[in-house]
């Protein structure tokens, strides 16, 4: 498959435009609990989370959020999260990377940098604490002493269905700590309620 990448400029002050890649991190939607005995991995979605993952999938829409490549875990309940973002404008290439389920953010990091320089946009899939401790790092800790009430919700904590979009300026394989700006935090609670 050929991968068709986007450009997403951002103008410098002296005129230059510099190319900016786009990094998507979304928390699977909530879970069902409802069969203890379900090996953890196998766990699906249980309608709330089906619901908060449909209306993701419309706020990112909206907002013209549209990957190249996903790189999703290879649990249930990340699948059926990708599945209720379904369908797409453009048909991202889906990675299902088994190394991503309950990782440590190190091999979140690891990962992403494997990715081809050439794709402009991921959208990873994946699950606490792992992704929570990665975005803190992208952050980076000197961007809390200045910190908009989008990093003070992240910084509270990174709920089921929740996304982060990052700019990033450097490399993939560069990518790291204060790797990444941080342009919205959603959590499923900021969308409308006749949507969740």
């Known amino acids: 498959m050929v991968i068709i990448t986007r450009t997403l400029a951002v103008h410098r002050a002296d005129g230059q435009t510099l190319g900016m890649r786009q990094l998507l991190l979304l928390r699977h939607a909530k879970s069902s609990w409802d069969d203890r005995e379900l090996p953890d991995h196998e766990r699906p979605l249980n309608p709330r989370g089906r619901r908060s993952a449909v209306a993701m999938r419309e706020t990112m829409a909206t907002l013209g959020l ?27 290439l889906v990675e299902i990377v088994s ?85 919205r935090f959603i959590a499923p609670r900021d969308l409308p309620p006749d949507e969740t």
């Not at 290879?74 to 990708?82: A, D, F």
């Not at 992240?154 to 979009?165: F, I, K, V």
Request: net charge negative.
């Open 66 to 92: 549209a990957p190249d490549l996903i790189l999703v875990s290879s649990s249930v309940r990340t699948r059926q999260t990708l599945e209720a973002l379904e369908p797409w404008n453009e048909t991202p």
């Open 99 to 183: 190394c991503l389920y309950n990782a440590e953010p190190s091999a979140l990091l690891d990962t992403l940098h494997e990715v081809k320089e050439t794709v402009r946009s991921v959208l990873m899939i994946a699950h606490n604490p792992g992704l929570h401790a990665l975005a803190m790092e992208l952050v980076g800790a000197h961007a809390m002493t200045f910190a908009n009430a989008d990093l003070r919700k992240l910084a509270e904590g990174y709920p089921t269905g929740a996304l982060c979009e990052f700019a990033v300026p450097g490399p993939w394989g560069a990518l790291g700590d204060s790797g990444g700006r941080l342009v």
